[in-house]
C-alpha cells in the first residue's frame, strides 16, 4: 500500500464528532472529486476505502445515493469509479451545500464550515479525494490536486487559517489542474495529525527521525575521516622532509632531540602526534615544534637540490 493510500484508509475510518462535521467531510469530499457540477463526472481511485467513505457521506451528508463501480486506473491498476449518474442527486448535492452549478467560478462556500471544527473534517474529506503525499523515504511532499484555480486559492487560504497550525502551502499549476502543496517535513506531520491520520504521521516523524541519525552518522564519519586525511597528509609530508634529511645528511646530524623524533616518525609515519607525545614522552605541542624544525630543515635541503614541492622528494627508509 502506498503511504497516500495509507493516508485515506485511516481518514475514511475517521469519524465526525457532530452532524456539522459530516457536512463539512461530505461537502470537502465531493467539492473536490470532479463530480461536483451539473453534468455527470466520475471519480477514479485506488483506494476502495475512499470511494467507500464517499458513498457515506453522500447518504449521510446530503441525502443522494452514488454509485461505485469496478475499473482499472491510468496505471492499469484495480480501481473503483464513483458517480452520480442521476441529474436529480447532482442537483440536490449542490442545493445542499448553498451551490447551483450555474456559478461562472467554483468556489469554497464558507458558510457550510459554519463552526471551527468543520475546516479539520472539510480538509480530510478532500484529501480523500484529491490528496496524495509522496514516501516519506524519498521525500516530504504532500499535494491536493484542485481542477480550479479559484478554488485552489481558497484551499490555500484555509490551509494557511486551519487550527493555527502555522502551515504555509505554496500553489503550482499543473497540467489540467492546480496543485496546493507542502513540503516541510513538520508542517505535514501537523496536517495529517489534524486531519485524523496520527499513524501515518507518526511513521513520518520516525522516518525523519531514521534519516536525522543516519545523516549525523554520516557527518561524523565524514569528519572523521577528512581528520584521518589530514593526519596522514601532514605525516607524508614530514616522513618525506626526514627521508631528504637522511639521504642528504644522515639523521646523526641533528641533535638528539630531533633524532630520536625523526627516527621514530620515520619508522611509524602512521602515528597521531599523541602517540608520539606519549612514546617520547614530551607534549603535543612539543612534538608539533620538534616536527616543524624537522619540515624547515628538510625543506631547506630539498630547496638545496632544486626541488621545489616536498612530496616530490624521494622517500627511503
Partial sequence: ??????????????????????????????????????????YITETPAAARRMLEL?????????QMRYAVSRRNRPACRVSLPEEQDRRQLLEAFGHTGQEPCLRINRAV?????CPEAFLRGAFLTCGSATDPNKSYHLEFAVPHKNLAWDLYTLLGEAGGLGVAPAVVRRAGSWGVYLKDSGQIEDLLTYMGAAGASM?????????????NINRKSNFETANMDKTYS???????????????????????????????????????????????GVSRSGVNHRLQRLLEIGEALLEEKGVEELTQAPIQK
Fill in 1 to 42: 500500500m502506498s503511504f497516500t493510500s495509507q493516508i485515506k484508509v485511516e481518514l475514511a475510518k475517521a469519524e465526525p464528532r457532530r452532524l456539522c462535521c459530516l457536512r463539512a467531510q461530505c461537502y470537502g469530499a465531493w467539492l473536490f472529486s470532479k463530480c461536483f457540477g451539473l453534468q455527470e463526472g466520475t
Fill in 58 to 66: 453522500a447518504a449521510a451528508g446530503a441525502g443522494v445515493a452514488a
Fill in 113 to 117: 464550515l459554519e463552526d471551527e471544527c
Fill in 203 to 215: 511513521e513520518l516523524m520516525q522516518v525523519k527521525m531514521y534519516k536525522e541519525a543516519k545523516n
Fill in 234 to 280: 601532514a605525516s607524508a609530508r614530514q616522513t618525506a622532509a626526514i627521508a631528504a634529511i637522511n639521504d642528504s645528511r644522515g639523521l646523526d646530524s641533528l641533535p638528539e632531540n630531533l633524532r630520536e623524533l625523526a627516527r621514530l616518525r620515520l619508522d611509524n609515519p602512521e602515528m597521531t602526534l599523541r602517540e608520539l607525545s606519549g612514546r617520547l
